[in-house]
């Protein structure tokens, strides 16, 4: 293993262990970089030690009592948490105690803005900087740096405890947990961020194997089946070239959903059999669609919202025919979640172009376009509607703009 994959590794062990050890984000987050900057000045001279996270630790722990020990304000927190970190032995083994698990629940803790938990679960748990957060999230530095600022302080004011909730109240609790590490992903997947992508994979799987709960399975498994098509995705599922998908990372996200699902229902184990049937389909017309509609049917009870009832009626659609689908989008043309909501105007786009409504379904696409919120995504419906203008003979002009395709 080399250097960085041993911070990469380590990083997030070695910060979760100071923030339970000092209970001050900030002050972990600045040791944890002292003892890297210390290893990479000892390391390529003396070699990577044999356990690495045991002489980052001990290297952290003292930096951080030589600040508190220089800092008045910190003097009194010192003497409370009776920290005889010059004295302690290093942790036995060959890595860190892993309480990680904790560091999740803080970074999604309810308390926390829903912008703000995957945001401070890339800085805390994944190691990016603050600009790469801010490039993930495609905001401003300055924008991202607030926000991170605004989530620490609020951990630090509200007093959030760094700690696994306890058995009852995880139901509670542990669904901020995933929905942050799946907005990671989406914003990997709209922005054709393969590295963000593959790192809430990443970070699905350490939490996976800290709490092998069936959400967190299903979780893990909807990732790995959607990311399986990433070298496909340029184009719509049904002209997708399927030699492109990633085979063995859908048998590995299949055997998940399977194992997902066993003992009960829930949205992610449900979403994950979606898209395993997607994914071992031979083709698109050979899909399970009636399946497909009827595990929508049950997650639609589990999540009743606009985004899964607009994934339903593109089911339906092509299960009873574009007229079906079109009629359910128009009921759902009031939706408050669905009036920016890009993908909602691509698919009323494509099943009016299917219906042979082509002036409708190019405004549409327009619209689409104006809302969506990557290049890539315009890119996407740029070439949609041009291909709907060039098949009526009309004009080939596309407005600036933005989409994400859904498959």
Known sequence: MNVEQVFREERGRLLATLVKRFGDLDLAEEVTSD????????????????????????????????????????????????????????????????????????????????????????RCLAGFTTPEVARAYLVPVATMQQRIVRAKKKISQARIPFRVPDPHELPERLPGVLQAIYSIFTEGYAAQRTDLAEEAIRLARILRGLLPDREVTGLLAVLLLVHARRDARAELLEDQDRSLWDRDMIAEGSALAEEALTGGYGPYGVQAAINALHDEAPDFADTDWPQIVALYDVLLKLVPSPVVALNRAAAIAVRDGAAA?????????????????????????????????????????????????????????????????LSTGGDNVVGNSNTRSKN
């Open 325 to 389: 689908g079109l009629a359910l989008l128009d009921q759902l043309a009031d939706e408050p979640k669905l009036r920016d909501y890009h993908p909602y105007r691509a698919a009323r786009a494509d099943l009016l172009h299917r219906l042979g409504r082509s002036a409708e379904a190019a405004q549409a696409y327009r619209e689409a376009i104006t809302l969506a919120g990557t290049p890539s995504e315009q890119d996407f419906l740029r070439r949609r509607l041009a291909a709907v203008e």
């Open 35 to 122: 003892a890297i900057e210390a290893a990479l000045r000892h390391w390529p001279v003396d070699g990577v030690p044999a356990r690495p996270g045991a002489w980052l630790l001990t290297t952290a722990r003292r930096k951080a009592v030589d600040r508190l020990r220089r800092d008045r304000v910190h003097a009194a927190r010192l003497a409370l948490l009776q920290v005889e970190v010059d004295r302690a032995d290093p942790p036995a083994g060959d890595a860190l105690p892993d309480e990680r698990l904790e560091l999740f629940f803080t970074c999604a803790h309810p308390a926390l803005p829903a912008e703000d938990r995957g945001a401070l679960t890339l």
